[in-house]
């Protein structure tokens, strides 16, 4: 729930740069998007790493590393050429299109996991310390 709210929390100024664009609306924007996501992607890289394996957690959060900064390149490219094109509007309903998809994605996905379902993850990482179980070599 935190990870959806913490991704959804920004949609409501972008969306308000669609109907009322301002340098005011535009700065409270940017400020509560950087907020969130710097909240944001600690928690859900320690539910990622509680849920993978081990020997998957580097491949996964190196892929994850990497689509970041794919996505940061062509998301400027391709924002430029639209911004030239139709303006700022479309370049803010794309971005609230996507991350509200990656919300749901996200919370789809990792809601159903057997770890997720039974309850384990939740409790132990609110209740328990770590031990050396937790982490096997």
Avoid: C
Wanted: proline share 7%; glycine share 8%.
């Amino acid at each position: 729930n935190a990870i959806f709210s913490l991704r959804m929390v920004m949609l409501p100024a972008y969306l308000m740069l669609i109907v009322a664009p301002g340098y005011a609306i535009a700065i409270l924007a940017h400020a509560i998007r950087q907020v969130a996501i710097n909240v944001n992607w600690p928690i859900d890289s320690t539910m990622m790493g509680e849920i993978l394996p081990p020997r998957a957690r580097a491949t996964a959060f190196g892929w994850r590393s990497g689509a970041w900064n794919f996505g940061s390149a062509i998301s400027a490219l391709a924002g430029g050429a639209i911004i030239v094109r139709w303006g700022y509007s479309p370049t803010f309903a794309i971005m609230v299109f996507f991350t509200a998809l990656s919300a749901v994605l996200f919370t789809l996905y990792f809601r159903q996991h057997p770890r997720v379902v039974s309850g384990e993850l939740g409790h132990r990482v609110l209740t328990k310390s770590p031990t050396p179980e937790d982490h096997p070599a």
